[in-house]
């Protein structure tokens, strides 16, 4: 047993010793960096030619031309201090920022849902900027994404929002992300919820009405405003409560009048939530468990970031190999002969990993190259194709697990 655990332990110093060192490489030529003064903290100005290339390149984004200038901030979360030790009740994040660089492309579902997220804000800003009047058409600019653990909710709200934030960054200078713990305004000192909605919006408000914001206000578990709402109704909260979520349901509502703030909730209760709140949302959509097309290209992504920093090596010598992508694999099954024989080799034990991992959560699925890791017998040297033996046998281990 204690061998296993500083394996383990060997496991997580090797793996973050060796990505850390590799994390800020960028392949990028003729980077130019300045710094500059942003929330009152450093921040980095980027002249980012692959971003403008990546956005031209994208007919999605052919509607907003950028002009390649970017600030990717890289400070993290500010945190707002609460002044008696409770938990604090909003992180805050300025737009784009380096924590969030690459994650929309690293989240992979089926077909349709990023896109369907995308239009829907596209829509969203056009239809307030152009001043469609909202007594004739409704719109409240609140997403609700819903689904079991581990399915990248939370990611997406925050991918979705540093998307919108580089697409929309020639009609709004500034950026930021609020995330609000919901946990935090429902904590045990409950008298004190009132003066952190209170709080907590008031700061909105000042966000907003500065025209040249755009303001992505994340609330996470939902489901604990709506369950402190039906415990008050059922009489097992104090009737404090209702009054606190009531009062988070008005003050959303006056968000409403303010045309530069999306409001981005997630919920892991996949049937009843509070109806007053569901109604608010324009769009309700269901993440789940990851496809196995989507599956697949989750773990070659991470096969092919550990080949990157060298953990994986490739035991017939020669350059790398690349794993096929999901698409390309299927079209080679009918021609085997087309490709190169060790790649596809890999690719087709990848494929049979990602079958056996049905029902597994994307955040499953990304620890799981981990824990193969830790399984290995020469940790310090891993060949490519055994290294994948040892992930099915770790998948199979953790579905076994996850079924009791
Ligand atoms: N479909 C997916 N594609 C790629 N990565 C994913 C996917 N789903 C989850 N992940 C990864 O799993 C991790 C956890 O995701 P996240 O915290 O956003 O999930 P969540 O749905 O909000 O979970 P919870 O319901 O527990 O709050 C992240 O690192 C994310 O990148
Ligand atoms: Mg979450």
Not at 1 to 11: D, E, F, G, N
Not at 26 to 40: A, E, N, Y
Not at 158 to 168: C, G, M, P, T, V
Not at 370 to 399: G, K, M, W, Y
Request: aromatic letters at 10%.
């Amino acid at each position: 047993m204690s061998m296993v655990l500083s394996r383990y332990r060997l496991t997580i110093l090797f793996f973050s010793k060796t990505l850390k060192r590799s994390k800020y490489v960028t392949p990028m030529s003729g980077l130019r960096i300045t710094k500059f003064c942003c929330f009152g903290k450093s921040s980095l100005l980027f002249m980012y030619s692959s971003y403008f290339l990546n956005w031209t390149a994208d007919p999605e984004n052919s509607f907003f031309p950028g002009d390649g200038l970017l600030h990717l901030s890289e400070d993290g979360p500010g945190e707002e201090p609460s002044e008696d030790d409770t938990l604090s009740s909003f992180n805050e994040w300025a737009l784009p920022a380096k924590e969030f660089d690459g994650l929309w492309e690293s989240l992979l579902y089926e077909v349709g849902l990023k896109q369907r997220l995308l239009r829907y804000a596209a829509s969203a800003l056009l239809f307030t900027e152009r001043g469609v009047d909202p007594c004739l058409v409704s719109w409240n600019r609140i997403v609700l994404l819903h689904g079991p653990p581990g399915t990248g909710k939370t990611s997406l709200c925050k991918a979705l929002a540093q998307k919108l934030s580089i697409r929309f960054k020639s009609r709004y200078s500034m950026c930021q992300l609020i995330e609000v713990n919901a946990h935090s305004l429902f904590s045990k000192w409950f008298s004190e919820s009132g003066k952190l909605v209170a709080k907590l919006f008031q700061k909105i408000q000042e966000m907003v009405e500065e025209e040249s914001n755009l303001v992505f206000v994340l609330i996470d578990e939902v489901e604990s405003l709506a369950a402190a709402r039906q415990a008050a109704i059922s009489g097992s909260e104090p009737s404090d409560s209702i009054r606190v979520v009531n009062a988070l349901l008005t003050q959303m509502d006056k968000l409403k009048a303010w045309p530069n703030v999306i409001i981005l909730t997630t919920s892991n209760i996949t049937t009843a939530i509070d109806i007053a709140f569901v109604d608010r949302a324009d769009i309700k959509a269901y993440v789940g468990p990851p496809t196995l097309q989507a599956r697949y290209e989750i773990l070659r992504s991470c096969i092919q970031e550990l080949f990157r920093v060298g953990i994986l090596t490739y035991a017939q010598g020669g350059d790398l190999p690349c794993i096929l992508s999901f698409s390309t694999l299927k079209e080679k099954l009918h021609c085997p002969e087309a490709s190169e024989p060790h790649t596809l080799h890999l690719s087709k034990l990848l494929h049979k990993g990602a079958e056996l991992c049905d029902g597994l959560s994307g955040r499953s699925l990304r620890k799981l190259p981990f824990l193969a890791h830790a399984s290995v017998p020469n940790p310090s040297c891993c060949d490519a194709s055994s290294f994948l033996h040892t992930l099915i046998q770790t998948a199979q281990r953790e579905l076994l697990e996850s079924r009791g």
